[in-house]
Each structure stands twice: as structure tokens, then as C-alpha cells.
T-cell receptor
Framework: QKEVEQNSGPLSVPEGAIASLNCTYS??????FFWYRQYSGKSPELIMF????GDKEDGRFTAQLNKASQYVSLLIRDSQPSDSATYLC?????????????FGAGTRLAVHP | DTEVTQTPKHLVMGMTNKKSLKCEQH?????MYWYKQKAKKPPELMFV???????INESVPSRFSPECPNSSLLNLHLHALQPEDSALYLC??????????????FGSGTRLTVV
């Protein structure tokens, strides 16, 4: 089992719709979870972080965390063509007493007009 | 200053060359990282430095040699690379080596091509 799993997509949604991106992780000890957006040829950009069960909202983005189910999701409301990118779920894992950020494979989102 | 600066942005090198990638941050972060990202793949962790000491080496081949001269600088020395080492090399930093509540800040990366 991979440490962080995501559907690779592509996820295609019409402009104005809600895009729902999902991620599962294997280490129950993980405490912090992140969503990065990456445009083609660019570096990852942090858009949301969450470490408490429940929902966290920031503008059009909502991150949801369920530690019992080891599940993290990202909702993007009123999707825009500029949201078209790869969304990377990242999880802090403990390894040999040190923490490291491990990424899922990423979900490619395409928002069409 | 909330940026991580990487130089050069692009690098083409032969298999017998020696080159270095540089990374700099002035956010007072005490942990710094090198990631490698191949096309259409996620970033893969290579090295972690905590308080200027190497704390994690993810079984990276010795042709990649990291160095942390001080708390603001991180280098990656490259020697005798193979074409399959061509990738985007990303530097990142975080406040400290513990569970980072605010994630890592990434530089814009160095696009490396080995010919």
C-alpha cells in the first residue's frame, strides 16, 4: 500500500461546478495534511493545510479531514479554468525520529468553459 | 522575505560534468529539503537537513551530494549523472524538523537535463 494515494484523473468539471479531490493515507500517526497545486512546469504551491478533524474553509477551497478513515479531501467551489492544474495531497510522516512530507501521485483537474 | 530561491533555473550538463544546484532562504527556517520530480510524477524526497545536519537520505545514489554550509543555504553537488537523472529538482524549507503545521515552501526549481 502506498503511503499517500490519490486518483490520477483527469477529473473534468464544467466551469462553475464543484470539484472534489480525494486522498487516503496509510500512517495513523500523521498529524498534518496539505494540498498543493502545481501548474505544468512550475513548482508546487501550498493552497490548504489541515490538522484537525472536520472542515476548513478558505475562499473557494474547503479541506476535509477524517483521521478515523484516514481520508483527506479538497473541494473547489465555482471552479474556474484557471484552477486547471495537478493537485497534490501531501502528508507528514514520521521516519527514524524525523518528519518528512510525502506526496500522493496527484490528481489532474481540468475545468472546461 | 517569504521565498526560496533556486539557481540556476535551467541546467544542461554532460555525463562527465560536475555542477552544483543552489538554494537559499531567509525565512529563518531550520529544515531544508531536496526533492526530485520527473515528468507527470509527484515530487520524491531525496534529502532532509535539520539544523544544518543531514537527517534523512532516501537512499540517493552517491553521484548526488548535498551540502548545507549554513542555515540559509543548501547545495546539491552533481557528478557523473545519467540521462535518467534529468528532472526538476526542487528545494524546500520549513520552520523546523518537527511535524510542520504550515507545510513546506518550495523554490521554483532547477530543470536539469543530462546529455
Amino acid at each position: 500500500q502506498k503511503e499517500v494515494e490519490q486518483n490520477s484523473g483527469p477529473l473534468s468539471v464544467p466551469e462553475g461546478a464543484i470539484a472534489s479531490l480525494n486522498c487516503t493515507y496509510s500512517d495513523r500517526g500523521s498529524q498534518s495534511f496539505f494540498w498543493y497545486r502545481q501548474y505544468s512546469g512550475k513548482s508546487p504551491e501550498l493552497i490548504m493545510f489541515i490538522y484537525s478533524n472536520g472542515d476548513k474553509e478558505d475562499g473557494r477551497f474547503t479541506a476535509q479531514l477524517n483521521k478515523a478513515s484516514q481520508y483527506v479531501s479538497l473541494l473547489i467551489r465555482d471552479s474556474q479554468p484557471s484552477d486547471s492544474a495537478t493537485y497534490l495531497c501531501a502528508v507528514n510522516l514520521l521516519s527514524g525520529g524525523y518528519n518528512k512530507l510525502i506526496f500522493g501521485a496527484g490528481t489532474r483537474l481540468a475545468v472546461h468553459p | 522575505d517569504t521565498e526560496v530561491t533556486q539557481t540556476p533555473k535551467h541546467l544542461v550538463m554532460g555525463m562527465t560534468n560536475k555542477k552544483s544546484l543552489k538554494c537559499e532562504q531567509h525565512m529563518g527556517h531550520r529544515a531544508m529539503y531536496w526533492y526530485k520530480q520527473k515528468a507527470k510524477k509527484p515530487p520524491e524526497l531525496m534529502f532532509v537537513y535539520s539544523y544544518e545536519k543531514l537527517s534523512i537520505n532516501e537512499s540517493v545514489p552517491s553521484r548526488f551530494s548535498p551540502e548545507c554550509p549554513n542555515s540559509s543555504l543548501l547545495n546539491l553537488h552533481l557528478h557523473a549523472l545519467q540521462p535518467e537523472d534529468s528532472a526538476l529538482y526542487l528545494c524546500a524549507s520549513s520552520q523546523g524538523p518537527g511535524q510542520s503545521l504550515y507545510g513546506y515552501t518550495f523554490g521554483s526549481g532547477t530543470r536539469l537535463t543530462v546529455v
